[in-house]
């Protein structure tokens, strides 16, 4: 094995590479984000844009693969995941013939080595190796999970390993996969294999579910949210679903950032899982989300963003690729966030829903049993391109607004935060940042700059002081004012031109929320008695 002069190669090192069974011809590791963008532009993995960012495309997929994620099925996990149509079952033999392949696939070939962490909590935190084949995807683990000191670097023992060869695929019949791409977690041998798909986002999405599954044994609850901090040290979460405004409504000018995305709350507090941000940046414009818009330069990620030809000015408009359209960048590219990204217990919990049938109100207060209800039932739609073959909203309900990353059953998760907001007295919002005036394709999006002013208005406790109403069908408490935000807005019937149309898709929704918690079994009745009351 060649080692490359500028990595950090000890013999320690080269033994864990020798004992995980891979013999490359080159390893490069933990390389500067410069030397990563020189290789991915050399190897014509990507182009640097005006911004200085780089530019690259993932091919066929755009987004998640769902149906291709798989977590083996042995001892460990039989009896404590929540198997069914979110996580599927594998077999821990053809995990291991699959694994055998890809060690050879690699054999003689270079490879780009990322050590570090998830997790900013030093008690929390977990090693972790990513292995890739491309170093445009070693840049996108370099800037979102959690970087080493090097010292750090130097003691490095992964925990958790996780390889990523894009160029390598499965063959469906003879390894058990349901197509040529696959993600593959093995919780016993603490493993995660991705191949197949050049999307970036099935890394930190996978290490998240790792996350998930272990800390609840440790009394730890995670979090898919961002999370900010005021001048105060006031702790804001923002949970939801992708494209429902955790990226862009956590990255406040006059509050902190702590993160975007994944976060973990223990005894000490909330911390952030990642060491940067993923942020979706389809019609991006400087005026709404300046801080996103000015993290977009050198050492950044574009995927799929299409870049003029002639200014190599990204074109944040264009959809031709895709919908899903992002940038991936260190959280130090965000003024003023916090490092280590780490908070206190958070005084407010916001929930964001894009409600893509317009019914829902704007903003409403929850009570804790509410706030379970809700966490459970995670309804929001999911939004274009975010998965394969989404090409527009659809309603749907995802656990712990999370389904997709959370391997044990939904109720674990719900359990944590009704502890959580007794013990800390955290006050609880559902925002719909979704569409007012009539559904998906006849109403209109709410704008960001009033549900910022709402988002405002509750981190401010400017809710706290106004009047409210009771939505008996929805059984929530709407205000009846919010700050920089019109009145007649936050009665989402108002906005409606045909009244008699948004009582039937208001019925249709509160009946689709009874019929999906009817699946949990064993929930306590003061639970399932703070959702939608149908006539």
């Given at each position: 094995?060649?080692?490359?002069?500028?990595?950090?190669?000890?013999?320690?090192?080269?033994?864990?590479?020798?004992?995980?069974?891979?013999?490359?011809?080159?390893?490069h590791?933990?390389?500067?984000?410069?030397?990563?963008?020189?290789?991915?532009v050399?190897?014509?993995?990507?182009?640097?844009?005006?911004?200085?960012?780089?530019?690259?495309?993932t091919?066929?997929y755009?987004?998640?693969?769902?149906?291709?994620?798989?977590?083996?099925?042995?001892?460990?996990?039989?009896?404590?995941?929540?198997?069914?149509?979110?996580?599927?079952?594998?077999?821990?033999?053809?995990?291991?013939?699959?694994?055998?392949?890809?060690?050879?696939?690699?054999?003689?070939?270079?490879?780009?080595i990322?050590?570090?962490?998830?997790?900013?909590?030093?008690?929390?935190?977990?090693?972790?190796?990513?292995?890739?084949?491309?170093?445009?995807?070693?840049?996108?683990?370099?800037?979102?999970?959690?970087?080493?000191?090097?010292?750090?670097?130097?003691?490095?023992?992964?925990?958790?390993?996780?390889?990523?060869?894009?160029?390598?695929?499965?063959?469906?019949?003879?390894?058990?996969?349901?197509?040529?791409?696959f993600?593959?977690?093995?919780?016993?041998?603490?493993l995660?294999?991705?191949?197949?798909?050049?999307?970036?986002?099935?890394?930190?999405?996978?290490?998240?579910?790792?996350?998930?599954?272990?800390?609840?044994?440790?009394?730890?609850?995670?979090?898919?949210?961002?999370?900010?901090?005021?001048?105060?040290?006031?702790?804001?979460?923002?949970?939801?679903?992708?494209?429902?405004?955790?990226?862009?409504?956590?990255?406040d000018?006059?509050?902190?950032?702590?993160g975007d995305d994944?976060?973990?709350?223990?005894?000490?507090?909330?911390?952030?899982?990642?060491?940067?941000?993923?942020?979706?940046?389809?019609?991006?414009?400087?005026?709404?989300?300046?801080?996103?818009?000015?993290?977009?330069?050198?050492?950044?990620?574009?995927?799929?963003?299409?870049?003029?030809?002639?200014?190599?000015?990204?074109d944040?408009?264009?959809?031709?690729?895709?919908?899903?359209?992002?940038?991936a960048?260190?959280?130090?590219?965000?003024?003023?966030?916090?490092i280590?990204?780490?908070?206190?217990?958070?005084?407010?919990?916001?929930?964001?829903?894009?409600?893509?049938?317009?019914?829902?109100?704007?903003v409403?207060?929850?009570?804790?049993?509410?706030?379970?209800?809700?966490?459970?039932?995670?309804?929001?739609?999911?939004?274009?391109?975010?998965?394969?073959?989404?090409?527009?909203?659809?309603?749907?309900?995802?656990?712990?607004?999370?389904?997709?990353?959370m391997?044990?059953?939904?109720?674990?998760?719900?359990?944590?935060?009704?502890?959580?907001?007794?013990?800390?007295?955290?006050?609880?919002?559902?925002?719909?940042?979704?569409?007012?005036g009539?559904?998906?394709?006849?109403?209109?999006?709410?704008?960001?700059?009033?549900?910022?002013?709402?988002?405002?208005a509750?981190?401010?406790?400017?809710?706290?002081?106004?009047?409210?109403?009771?939505?008996?069908?929805?059984?929530?408490?709407?205000?009846?004012?919010?700050?920089?935000?019109?009145s007649?807005i936050?009665?989402?019937?108002?906005?409606?031109?045909?009244?008699?149309?948004?009582?039937?898709?208001?019925?249709?929704?509160?009946?689709?929320?009874?019929?999906?918690?009817?699946?949990?079994?064993?929930v306590?009745?003061?639970?399932?008695?703070?959702?939608?009351?149908?006539?």
């Amino acid at each position: 094995m060649t080692e490359n002069p500028k990595s950090t190669i000890t013999s320690k090192f080269t033994t864990q590479l020798e004992d995980f069974g891979i013999t490359p011809s080159t390893v490069h590791r933990n390389l500067p984000v410069a030397k990563l963008v020189e290789i991915a532009v050399q190897k014509n993995e990507g182009i640097l844009t005006a911004t200085g960012s780089l530019s690259v495309k993932t091919g066929k997929y755009t987004g998640r693969s769902p149906d291709d994620r798989y977590i083996v099925f042995d001892d460990e996990t039989h009896e404590n995941v929540d198997w069914g149509k979110v996580n599927h079952q594998f077999p821990p033999g053809k995990f291991d013939k699959i694994f055998e392949k890809m060690k050879n696939f690699v054999d003689g070939k270079d490879l780009f080595i990322f050590d570090g962490f998830v997790g900013a909590d030093l008690e929390n935190r977990l090693a972790i190796r990513v292995i890739n084949d491309h170093a445009w995807q070693n840049l996108f683990a370099r800037q979102l999970f959690v970087r080493p000191s090097a010292a750090e670097l130097e003691s490095h023992e992964p925990e958790f390993t996780l390889m990523c060869i894009n160029d390598f695929e499965t063959i469906p019949e003879v390894d058990g996969t349901s197509s040529n791409v696959f993600i593959l977690i093995n919780l016993s041998k603490k493993l995660v294999l991705i191949g197949g798909t050049s999307y970036a986002g099935e890394m930190k999405k996978s290490m998240f579910s790792v996350m998930n599954y272990i800390l609840p044994s440790r009394g730890v609850f995670p979090m898919h949210c961002s999370a900010n901090i005021g001048k105060d040290g006031d702790t804001a979460l923002f949970f939801g679903l992708s494209g429902t405004g955790k990226t862009s409504l956590s990255a406040d000018s006059i509050r902190m950032l702590i993160g975007d995305d994944e976060h973990g709350w223990s005894d000490k507090g909330a911390f952030n899982f990642e060491g940067g941000c993923y942020a979706k940046c389809i019609n991006l414009n400087q005026e709404s989300e300046p801080q996103i818009w000015n993290a977009i330069k050198s050492g950044a990620v574009l995927e799929n963003v299409v870049i003029d030809k002639q200014t190599l000015k990204p074109d944040f408009n264009d959809s031709s690729l895709t919908e899903n359209t992002r940038a991936a960048y260190p959280l130090d590219y965000i003024p003023g966030s916090i490092i280590p990204s780490i908070g206190g217990h958070p005084k407010v919990v916001i929930f964001l829903t894009a409600d893509a049938l317009g019914v829902l109100p704007p903003v409403s207060k929850l009570t804790k049993e509410g706030a379970m209800f809700h966490f459970m039932s995670g309804y929001t739609s999911k939004l274009a391109g975010t998965e394969r073959g989404i090409k527009e909203p659809k309603a749907v309900f995802s656990e712990c607004f999370a389904a997709p990353f959370m391997p044990r059953p939904a109720s674990v998760y719900a359990k944590m935060l009704g502890e959580k907001i007794k013990k800390h007295n955290t006050i609880v919002y559902l925002i719909n940042t979704g569409w007012s005036g009539g559904a998906y394709g006849s109403g209109n999006r709410i704008k960001i700059q009033y549900s910022r002013a709402m988002v405002t208005a509750a981190l401010t406790g400017a809710l706290d002081i106004v009047k409210y109403r009771h939505d008996d069908l929805f059984n929530l408490d709407i205000p009846t004012e919010c700050p920089n935000v019109p009145s007649e807005i936050l009665d989402p019937k108002n906005t409606w031109i045909d009244k008699d149309s948004y009582d039937l898709s208001a019925k249709k929704l509160a009946q689709m929320f009874v019929e999906n918690f009817n699946k949990f079994k064993n929930v306590p009745q003061e639970i399932r008695n703070a959702g939608p009351k149908l006539p």
